[in-house]
């Protein structure tokens, strides 16, 4: 079935670090994918999604490009801040939505 | 502002006690879910409802029962809590289907089944 497998956490960077959150997916079919995250004491919200092979996703600095070759969606962020602290939630959408099992990212002054 | 409305934040049960998560948007979504988040396993769909009086089993809808009040509202019901009901529980609804994305989450309600 559809399922999507990102990278285990915690990751812990410094401020101004460089992010990458490693995401790969296994669909049936063509999938929109997405990034949401969710901030301490808060539902999920999206941060980016892209719905076609090629497509770049863009929000608040972070990226994410859909390899349809590489069946990945990695998040990228050239330079973290300490409110980026979250766990974020890679997911894919063909019949309904699947996610991943969260990344915790925290971001240390 | 409010969007989606979970009641209540924080609930603990015994088990075989019975209780329900009520929901609601304002967005005049036609769409809504219910997820339970565990840790190490990312959000499961536990129903889902496209319209009034409409619901559909997500992946795991055992031990659960909904209501799809109206276009607003979508409760859920545990008629005999058990420990392995204790998660956190997330309502969501989306303008289109399931299929389309984008979803809009309600801030959780932590249960623990004692």
């Known amino acids: 079935g559809d399922s999507v497998t990102q990278m285990e956490g915690p990751v812990t960077l410094s401020e101004e670090a460089f992010l990458t959150i490693n995401c790969t997916y296994t669909?049936?079919?063509?999938?929109?994918l997405f990034w949401y995250v969710q901030y301490p004491g808060e539902g999920l919200q999206l941060l980016l999604k892209?719905?076609?092979?090629?497509d770049k996703g863009s929000n608040k600095g972070f990226e994410a490009t859909y390899r349809k070759e590489t069946t990945s969606f990695h998040l990228e962020k050239g330079s973290v801040q300490v409110s980026d602290s979250a766990v974020y939630f890679c997911?894919?959408?063909?019949?309904?939505?699947?996610f991943g099992a969260g990344t915790r990212l925290t971001v240390k002054p | 502002n409010a969007g989606v409305t979970q009641t209540p934040k924080f609930q603990v049960l015994k088990t075989g006690q019975s209780m329900t998560l009520q929901c609601a948007q304002d967005?005049?979504?036609?769409?809504m879910y219910w997820y339970r988040q565990d840790p190490g396993m990312g959000l499961r769909l536990i129903y889902y409802s496209a319209s009034e009086g409409t619901t559909d089993k997500g992946e795991v809808p055992n031990g659960y029962n909904v209501s799809r009040l109206n276009k607003r509202e979508f409760s859920l019901r545990l008629e005999s809590a058990a420990p392995s009901q204790t998660s956190v529980y997330f309502c969501a609804s989306s303008e289109g289907n399931r299929r389309t994305g984008e979803l809009f989450f309600g801030e959780g309600s932590r249960l623990t089944v004692l």
């Open positions: 997911a894919l959408s063909v019949h309904d939505m699947r």
């Open positions: 669909a049936t079919g063509y999938p929109s």
């Open positions: 967005m005049n979504h036609n769409s």
């Open positions: 892209a719905t076609k092979a090629d």
